[in-house]
């Protein structure tokens, strides 16, 4: 689902950054609050008991958000996209890519993926709560809130309840909710165009918005105040996110063709991997001031990069005639990487350009062909604003 600002990490999984922003605290202790007279009712139970099963309710539940979110972050993983961070935040959970897809084949897999495994959580709970039940679960855990339960009853039928409404909400045809980028996907997959198919998925969770808004308007005006305001809440954070998607074809239109190859520095200062520690000082960083270099082998492929810190450490080491070829990791060099044919637009959000400040452009036999920079970027995205005329 769509997402908030800055968060507090509180665990990383997969190599994934968890976070939660403030405000989802504050939902934290509410959700707590009001389900422990709940399950307190639920389970026949003291109020210590109602709200120890509530804590575990809520801590649960945000947990199967998180994997709803892990579904999206692992199934991008798949496709050679990276995940920046997961974050909670008032309305859920938003697991935050470096980059767009490039192909409605991967948009689908991606956005289908979280309600996948929300759909794997119900059956889970439903499953537990079966054997539990001895067979009546969906009558006991989900239609018949009088019964009195057992407490671990209560708690999967909680957590199949609100993980199967979070499913049917994600699944609504309204960017840009899950089901509307599954929607983007489809008909992009039709049209070829996925400005086009972004533009007819936004328009309808613009509508949908709309018709949330009113709808939390219409129930406040009935009484249920609290109701009321998160729907219509919820309905503006949509019409945002889409009339924001909305917004963005117009501008990646004016960006539609250009490529690395075409902003890039063609002709970057490389070291050559043969080269030693002594030399890269004297030759490169004395010479040049710059604070890194790309290392390449004899052939010209990119093998990652080597800076200055490293370089001086070395020689205080008492290493200077070390080839710089054997400073560089494999693993390192990827971050620095991107294929010279990448759309200009799939750059917009890269956390590595944005972290090192440049990428090195390579070919399909892994060459290097070019330096693109922050700045490059920057100058080529201006040009394709449209100029205000004085």
């Given at each position: 689902?769509?997402?908030?600002g800055?968060?507090?990490?509180i665990?990383?999984?997969?190599?994934?950054?968890i976070?939660?922003?403030?405000?989802?605290f504050?939902?934290?202790f509410?959700?707590i609050?009001?389900l422990?007279?709940y399950?307190r009712?639920?389970?026949?139970?003291?109020?210590?008991?109602?709200?120890l099963?509530?804590?575990?309710?809520?801590?649960?539940?945000?947990?199967?958000?998180?994997?709803?979110?892990?579904?999206?972050?692992?199934?991008?993983?798949r496709?050679?996209?990276?995940?920046?961070?997961?974050?909670?935040?008032?309305?859920?959970?938003?697991?935050?890519?470096?980059?767009?897809?490039?192909?409605?084949?991967?948009e689908?897999?991606?956005?289908?993926a979280?309600?996948?495994?929300?759909?794997?959580?119900?059956?889970?709970c439903?499953?537990?709560?079966?054997?539990?039940?001895?067979g009546?679960?969906?009558?006991?855990?989900?239609?018949?809130?009088?019964?009195?339960?057992?407490?671990?009853i209560?708690?999967?039928?909680?957590?199949?309840?609100?993980?199967?409404?979070?499913?049917?909400?994600?699944?609504?045809?309204?960017?840009?909710?899950?089901?509307?980028?599954?929607?983007r996907?489809?008909?992009?997959a039709?049209?070829?165009?996925r400005?086009?198919a972004?533009?007819?998925?936004g328009?309808?969770?613009?509508g949908?918005?709309?018709?949330?808004?009113?709808?939390?308007?219409?129930?406040?005006?009935?009484?249920?105040?609290?109701n009321?305001l998160?729907?219509?809440?919820v309905?503006?954070?949509?019409?945002?996110?889409?009339?924001?998607?909305?917004?963005?074809?117009?501008?990646?239109e004016?960006i539609?063709?250009?490529?690395?190859?075409?902003?890039?520095?063609?002709?970057?200062?490389?070291?050559?991997?043969?080269?030693?520690?002594?030399?890269?000082q004297?030759?490169?960083?004395?010479?040049?001031?710059?604070?890194?270099?790309?290392v390449?082998?004899?052939?010209?492929?990119?093998?990652?990069?080597?800076?200055?810190?490293r370089?001086?450490?070395?020689?205080?080491?008492?290493r200077?005639?070390?080839?710089?070829?054997?400073?560089?990791e494999?693993?390192?060099?990827?971050?620095?990487?991107?294929?010279?044919d990448r759309p200009?637009?799939?750059?917009?959000?890269d956390?590595?350009?944005?972290?090192?400040g440049?990428?090195?452009?390579v070919?399909?036999d892994?060459?290097?062909?070019?330096?693109?920079?922050v700045?490059?970027?920057?100058?080529?995205?201006?040009?394709?604003l449209p100029?205000?005329?004085?």
């Open positions: 689902m769509f997402g908030a800055g968060s507090i990490q665990a990383r999984v997969f190599g994934i950054r976070g939660a922003s403030p405000s989802w504050v939902v934290l509410v959700l609050y009001l422990s007279d399950f009712g639920r389970i026949d139970g003291t109020a210590t008991e109602g709200y099963v509530a804590v575990a309710a809520v801590m649960l539940f945000f947990a199967s958000i998180i994997l709803h979110e892990l579904g999206h972050a692992l199934a991008a993983r496709e050679g996209i990276t995940t920046t961070a997961i974050d909670l935040w008032f309305f859920g959970g938003i697991a935050k890519l470096s980059r767009d897809t490039q192909s409605p084949g991967a689908f897999k991606i956005a289908g979280g309600p996948l495994v929300t759909f794997v959580v119900c059956a889970v439903v499953g537990l709560g079966a054997l539990l039940a001895e009546e679960a969906l009558h006991v855990m989900l239609l018949d809130d009088d019964v009195t339960v057992t407490w671990a209560a708690l999967l039928g909680f957590l199949a309840g609100w993980n199967l409404a979070l499913l049917v909400f994600n699944l609504i045809p309204a960017f840009p909710l899950d089901g509307g980028r599954l929607l996907a489809a008909w992009w039709v049209t070829g165009d400005n086009r972004t533009r007819a998925a328009r309808i969770g613009e949908f918005a709309y018709l949330l808004i009113g709808l939390g308007i219409f129930v406040a005006a009935n009484g249920s105040l609290l009321g998160w729907l219509a809440v309905g503006f954070f949509l019409a945002q996110g889409a009339r924001a998607a909305i917004t963005s074809t117009a501008f990646t004016r539609d063709g250009i490529t690395v190859a075409d902003i890039m520095d063609a002709e970057p200062v490389t070291m050559p991997a043969d080269t030693s520690v002594l030399r890269a004297d030759e490169f960083f004395l010479r040049y001031r710059w604070e890194w270099f790309p390449v082998d004899g052939s010209g492929r990119f093998l990652g990069v080597v800076s200055e810190r370089i001086d450490g070395e020689i205080a080491a008492g200077p005639a070390l080839e710089v070829g054997q400073l560089v494999a693993g390192e060099a990827e971050r620095w990487r991107v294929p010279s200009l637009e799939s750059l917009l959000g956390e590595h350009l944005r972290s090192n440049a990428l090195m452009a070919d399909a892994g060459i290097l062909r070019g330096v693109v920079t700045e490059q970027v920057r100058r080529a995205l201006s040009a394709a100029q205000r005329v004085a």
